[in-house]
C-alpha cells in the first residue's frame, strides 16, 4: 500500500532539479502552484496529495505509453516499462504503484480491455498502390517550397512590427487578411503558419508585438535545401516525446495517425487526437508526407539527412529581369541572399516560384536613408539583373539619390560625436541655417561638417529640416526597449513555477532544527488519522532504547498522539517528541 505520506516521502528526498521536472511533467493547474490562494501548495504532503488528485493522476495516465499502462495496472513489466511512471511519481523505484493511481487505472474505460504485443494495431488500410516515388518527392518539394515561402514572408512581417496580437489572444481577422494577401496565402492558414513559426522558435510572441528571433534571422538568409532542412529539424525536435513515439509506430504511413496514437497511448485520446491531426498536417505541408505516405526526401529530412532535399527543391536562377515600368521579374526562385538584397530597394509584389517585385521612388528612398549610397545600389541592381539597367530605372535612381541620401551622417572620430558628409553647396546651407545654430558646426573641409551631438540628433534635426540626410548603420542608436505589450499567461512559464515551488518547499523544511522533522512526523500521523490508515511509530524510551508500536491513531493534539495498539489491542498515548520515526504499517 503506497500513501499520500510515503510519496512525500520519496519527493522530500528526491533532487531539487528532479523534482522541478517531475512538477512541470504534472502539469499541476497553476493555482496550485501559486504562492498564494486556497489550492496553494504548502509543504511536501500538499504536493503529494495534490499530485493524487483523481484529475492529477488522470492527466498522468493520459501521457503514458501502453507498455507502462500494462505494467502499472498488472503489476509487471520490467524496469524500462516502468521508468515513465517513475519520472511522474506514479510509482516507486521498486515497482510499487501507488494506491491512488492503482485505483484510477481499474476506473478508466480505455485502459481495462489493454493487451500486450502489436497484433491488435489497427493500420490506417489496405496497403497503398505502387507509389510513384518520383512524382511524390516533386510533389513534397513544391508544398514545402509554398509553406517556406509563405513562412518567409510571415517572418518578414514579424521583424516589421506588424504582427500584433489582440488583448484577448491571436491576431485579429483584418491582420490576417492583409499578412494573407502579403504572403500570398489564404487568410485562414495564417495562424496557423505563425504558430510553426512560434513553435521551431524563428518567432517570439511572448509580449504584444511578435519578434523574430536571432535563429528566425538566420534562417531567412539560409539557402532553399537549408531553409527545408532547418524547418523540419527545428519542427521535430518540438514535438512532444509521445508524439516521436506516435510516429516511430507509424513508420512511413501517416494516413491514420490518430488510430496509431490512440493504440501507442490509449488513455491520451483527450488530448492527443487533435495534436495528431495538426502533426499529419503540418508533415503535409512541409512535404515530409504525399497522401499520407512519408516520402524518401522526407524520411532523409525526418531523420536528420539533408542532402535530398537540394535534388528536389526548384533550382534558384543567378538574375533578374528589370523591366522599364520599374518592375522586377524572378524567372524562378532566387537565392534567399539575393532576394533580401534585392528587398532593400524593391517591394515584393507576388510572391511565388516566379516573384515580381517593384522598384519605386519610395522603395529608393528607403534604401538610401538605410545607408546604401547611390553607387551601391547600382552596383546591386547591375549584378541582379540579367538585362542591363533601363534608362527609366537609372534616371529614378539618380533622381532619388540627388534629394535622398547626398548627406550622410556618420560617427565622428573614435566614436565621438558627429561627422556631416555632403557637397560644398549643401553644407553651406546647413553651416548659415538658423534653425540649425544649437548644434555648434565646426568645417573640418569642404564637404565635411563636425559636431558634438551624437548622430542621431544630428539626423533628426536635418530631416525636420527637409535635408536629404541618411543615417550610417555604424551611426545607428542601440534598440532601446520597447514598452511590453500584452503577455501571455500570468507571466511565470511552468518551469519558473515549479523552480519557486521547490524553493519555497526547501524554506518550510529547513526553517528550524528540530522543528521540521517533529512538524514532518506530525504530518505524517495527522495523514494516518485522516484515512484510518494503521502505522508503525519508533518511540525513543526514558531508558534511552527504542521500542516499535503499532497503532491505528485517532487523533494527534497538546503534542501526544493517541490510537489503538493493534498488538495489544489497548488505547496509547504517546508524547510525539519521543517519537522518532512514523512507517506505513499497512
Known amino acids: 500500500m503506497t500513501t499520500t505520506a510515503d510519496l512525500a516521502a520519496r ?67 520490467s524496469a524500462d516499462d516502468l521508468a515513465p511512471a517513475v519520472t511522474l511519481g506514479l510509482a516507486d523505484e521498486e515497482g510499487g504503484v501507488d494506491d491512488a493511481v492503482a485505483a484510477r487505472l481499474a476506473a478508466h474505460p480505455d485502459i481495462a480491455g489493454l493487451t500486450g504485443g502489436t497484433d491488435h494495431l489497427d493500420h490506417a488500410g489496405p496497403p497503398p498502390e505502387t507509389l510513384d516515388e518520383a512524382r511524390a518527392r516533386t510533389t513534397g518539394a513544391e508544398h514545402a517550397f509554398a509553406t517556406m515561402t509563405v513562412l518567409a514572408e510571415l517572418l518578414r512581417a514579424v521583424s516589421d512590427g506588424a ?96 488510430s496509431v496514437g490512440r493504440w501507442a497511448y490509449p488513455a491520451g485520446a483527450r488530448w492527443l487526437d487533435a495534436v495528431l491531426l495538426e502533426v499529419a498536417g503540418t508533415a503535409n505541408a512541409l512535404g515530409l508526407t504525399v497522401d499520407g505516405l512519408v516520402t524518401s526526401t522526407g ?42 538584397a534585392l528587398r532593400s530597394v524593391a517591394v515584393l509584389e507576388a510572391p511565388g516560384l516566379a516573384a515580381r517585385y517593384r522598384i519605386s521612388e519610395d522603395s529608393l528612398r528607403r ?43 556618420d560617427l565622428g572620430a573614435d566614436g565621438v560625436g558627429t561627422r556631416v558628409h555632403g557637397t560644398a553647396d549643401q553644407l553651406d546651407l546647413i553651416g548659415v541655417d538658423a534653425e540649425l545654430r544649437q548644434l555648434a558646426w565646426e568645417r573640418d573641409d569642404l564637404t565635411t561638417l563636425l559636431t558634438r551631438y551624437p548622430p542621431h540628433v544630428v539626423h533628426t534635426a536635418l530631416e525636420d529640416q527637409r535635408y536629404p540626410a541618411v543615417l550610417t548603420a555604424a551611426a545607428r542608436p542601440a534598440t532601446g526597449s520597447v514598452p511590453p505589450g500584452r503577455r501571455r499567461g500570468g507571466g511565470r512559464n511552468p518551469e519558473q513555477a515549479a523552480h ?5 518547499l526547501r524554506v518550510t523544511t529547513e526553517r528550524g532544527d528540530a522543528e521540521p522533522e517533529q512538524e514532518w512526523l506530525g504530518r505524517q500521523i495527522d495523514l494516518a488519522v485522516r484515512g484510518r490508515t494503521p502505522i508503525r511509530l519508533t518511540v525513543r524510551m526514558p531508558d534511552g532504547t527504542e521500542r516499535p508500536f ?19 489491542d489497548v488505547e496509547r498515548t504517546l508524547p510525539l517528541s519521543l517519537v522518532v520515526a512514523v512507517e506505513s504499517d499497512a
Not at 21 to 40: F, H, K, Q, T
Not at 369 to 382: I, Y
Not at 500 to 504: F, I, Q, S, T
Open 500 to 504: 519557486a515551488l521547490v524553493e519555497r
Open 11 to 77: 519527493l522530500r528526498a528526491m533532487p531539487d532539479d528532479a523534482l522541478e521536472r517531475l512538477v512541470v511533467a504534472r502539469r499541476l493547474p497553476a493555482a496550485v502552484l501559486a504562492e498564494a490562494g486556497p489550492l496553494r501548495i504548502s509543504d511536501f504532503f500538499d504536493l503529494a496529495e495534490a499530485l493524487r488528485t483523481d484529475d492529477a493522476v488522470d492527466a498522468a495516465i493520459e501521457h503514458l505509453p501502453r507498455a507502462t499502462l500494462l505494467a502499472l495496472r498488472d503489476r509487471t513489466g
Open 550 to 568: 503499532s497503532i491505528i491513531p485517532t487523533s494527534v493534539a497538546a503534542g501526544r498522539v493517541r490510537g489503538r495498539d493493534t498488538a495489544v
Open 299 to 340: 524520411r532523409a529530412l525526418l531523420d536528420g539527412d539533408a542532402a535530398p532535399a537540394a535534388e528536389d527543391l526548384p533550382r534558384t536562377v543567378d538574375g533578374v529581369y528589370l523591366q522599364h515600368d520599374l518592375t522586377v521579374i524572378a524567372p524562378g526562385p532566387l537565392a534567399p541572399v539575393d532576394d533580401a
Open 367 to 409: 534604401a538610401f536613408r538605410a545607408g546604401l549610397t547611390r553607387d551601391e545600389v547600382v552596383a546591386l541592381l547591375e549584378r541582379l539583373s540579367s538585362t542591363g539597367l533601363p534608362q527609366p530605372l537609372a534616371y529614378l535612381v539618380d533622381q532619388v539619390a540627388s534629394r535622398d541620401g547626398s548627406i550622410v551622417v
Open 163 to 258: 504582427v500584433r496580437e489582440l488583448v484577448k489572444g491571436g491576431i485579429g481577422t483584418p491582420l490576417a487578411k492583409t499578412l494573407g494577401e502579403r504572403a500570398g496565402a489564404d487568410a485562414q492558414v495564417v495562424p496557423d503558419r505563425l504558430a510553426l513559426l512560434e513553435r521551431t522558435g524563428f518567432a517570439d510572441p511572448s509580449d504584444g508585438t511578435w519578434t523574430t528571433t536571432d535563429a528566425g534571422e538566420t534562417w531567412l538568409v539560409a539557402s532553399w535545401p537549408d531553409r527545408w532542412s532547418t524547418l523540419v529539424s527545428a519542427w521535430r525536435d518540438a514535438l512532444d516525446p509521445a508524439l516521436h513515439d506516435v510516429l516511430d509506430t507509424a513508420g512511413d504511413d501517416l494516413r491514420d495517425l490518430v
